[in-house]
């Protein structure tokens, strides 16, 4: 299971392994939501003031649709991976909002939170918490049920693309 280089034992990537740490678990952790988070940030920089701002809850989980269909064109992939992928897009999104929302206060506020224990310590609570922030945050934010819209519009493009797929295939060959 090890490969021995000199003295130093590297432990070699086993088939469990790869069941965590393939393609699309990272693309439904890590890419997707900060695709959905960049999108996000853009659109509250620019229509923070406006009532198009709840046009966000659309705009921001088609943006992220159009990115896993992208992502499944490129990398093609069974449909039995639309659900997981979507799945794995809302938790990485759930996760990583406490992240993102303290990012957005701080850039466009000038504030985190008003506590006195300092940035890192209000990060660290707000991530801990992140199922109860994550829904107040985007309470407050008005974008309640983008994380969902997204999930679904994930789903969405992994069906159209598994659909499309083999029509593509036959006119190519």
């Not at 003031?49 to 709840?54: A, G, H, K, V, Y």
């Not at 639309?82 to 996760?95: E, K, N, P, R």
Request: charged fraction near 10%; glycine fraction near 6%; hydrophobic fraction near 50%.
């Amino acid at each position: 299971m090890t490969s021995v280089c000199g003295q130093l034992r590297i432990p070699t990537v086993n088939a469990l392994l790869r069941r965590y740490f393939n393609r699309w678990n990272l693309v439904g952790l890590v890419l997707l939501p900060a695709l959905y988070w960049g999108l996000d940030l853009l659109w509250h920089a620019f229509l923070s003031e406006s009532p198009l701002l709840l046009v966000a809850n659309l705009a921001i989980p088609l943006g992220s649709s159009l990115g896993a269909f992208l992502c499944w064109t490129v990398w093609d992939a069974k449909l039995s991976q639309c659900a997981s992928l979507g799945f794995y897009t809302w938790l990485g999104i759930y996760v990583s909002s406490p992240t993102y929302m303290l990012l957005q206060a701080r850039l466009f506020e000038g504030h985190v939170l008003s506590s006195s224990h300092g940035l890192l310590s209000d990060w660290a609570f707000a991530t801990l918490w992140f199922p109860i922030t994550t829904f107040s945050f985007s309470t407050y934010d008005a974008t309640l049920p983008a994380p969902f819209l997204t999930w679904l519009g994930v789903w969405l493009a992994g069906r159209i693309h598994a659909r499309s797929w083999p029509f593509a295939l036959s006119k190519s060959v």
